[in-house]
């Protein structure tokens, strides 16, 4: 009797692995496209998802399609030269190179290359970078122990003194927050610091600028249909 000794992959990206409720729809695609990654559309034709692009540009899934036209292509991208099909409703197979899927867990596509993690790749945990700089003002106090969650949105975040150890944070929005004191955790629109006073006293007018660069974006709507996956990456999403 035969043994195999590899495990079979737990789906192949860009195929249909749930028929029940899928929408896919056919278009014309204007540049090479890998298999079961994102894509927008421009104008009438599908393309690969670039650098900072928005969660609002995410169009569907290309799917790979069987039995497909013979081809001598090896790079598993899609023929520009054939209308493909692009999955908007439904379960696809997806590679996640970074991070572990959980079920009902957020999928989110990166739009910020950083090393071996490339634009257009789906991923299990929000990426970001977020600095502050020096302050501004006569005071020299800093902001440090920085965090931040997906709902807060990318730009600068003031950190704006009323005295030397309050302060008020304002959204890139212009939106204020509540009233924060220096040496305690701060939180609100989904960014947590803490401003520690330094030598010299800040006063009123005094600032911290925060920038915040979002490296993957959240797709609503869109979440892992299944926890984990397997060696080569692969997993299930649900685009709802």
């Not at 209308?83 to 908007?88: P, S």
């Given at each position: 009797m035969t043994a195999y000794v590899t495990r079979a992959p737990s789906g192949i990206p860009g195929e249909l692995s749930r028929l029940e409720g899928a929408v896919v729809v056919p278009v014309a695609i204007s540049e090479a496209i890998v298999y079961g990654k994102p894509v927008k559309m421009v104008g009438s034709e599908a393309a690969n998802i670039d650098a900072n692009d928005t969660a609002a540009n995410f169009f569907g899934v290309l799917q790979r399609s069987a039995p497909a036209i013979s081809t001598d292509n090896t790079a598993n991208t899609a023929d520009t030269d054939y209308?493909?099909?692009?999955?908007?409703k439904g379960f696809v197979s997806v590679a996640c190179p970074t991070g572990?899927?959980?079920?009902?867990g957020q999928v989110y596509m990166r739009v910020v290359e950083e090393s071996s993690q490339l634009v257009g790749d789906f991923e299990a945990s929000y990426d970001y970078g977020l600095t502050a700089a020096a302050m501004?003002?006569?005071g020299n106090a800093t902001a440090g122990t920085l965090s931040a969650t997906s709902a807060a949105v990318p730009g600068v975040y003031k950190i704006l003194m009323t005295a030397a150890t309050a302060f008020n944070l304002i959204s890139p929005d212009g939106d204020i927050g509540k009233v924060g004191a220096t040496g305690a955790a701060?939180?609100?629109?989904?960014?947590t610091f803490t401003v520690t006073v330094g030598g010299t006293p800040a006063i009123a007018g005094d600032y911290i600028n925060l920038t915040l660069v979002s490296n993957n974006v959240a797709l609503p709507g869109v979440t892992f249909a299944s926890a984990g996956k397997d060696s080569a990456n692969n997993c299930e999403i649900q685009i709802a």
């Open positions: 209308v493909q099909n692009v999955i908007r572990t899927p959980a079920m009902g501004v003002g006569t701060y939180t609100a629109f989904g960014v």
